[in-house]
C-alpha cells in the first residue's frame, strides 16, 4: 500500500475501533532508517528530487519556487 491509502484507511475504520487496531498491527508501515523515503520535502512532503545541500531538505520543486526568498541567484 502506499502512503495516502494507509490514511485513506484509517479514517475508514475509526468507527470500528477493534478493526483498525488489528489493521495497524498488521499493515501499518515501519519507520524508514535509511533509503529514499526517509528524506522528505520539509514544505510538500514529496520524498523524490531532494536537494539536501546546505541543509534545504527541500524538494526541486519547492526549491526553485522559494530560491530567490532563499538567497540563490540564478546564473546564465
Known sequence: M???SHTKVFKQLEKKPA???KFIKHN???KR???RNVKRCGIC???GA???KYGLNLCR???RENAKKLGF???N
Open 2 to 4: 502506499t502512503y495516502s
Open 19 to 21: 478493526k483498525l487496531q
Open 28 to 30: 501499518a508501515p515501519k
Open 33 to 35: 532508517m535509511f533509503g
Open 45 to 47: 512532503d514529496r520524498s
Open 50 to 52: 531532494h536537494l539536501s
Open 61 to 63: 520543486q519547492c526549491f
Open 73 to 75: 541567484r540564478k546564473y
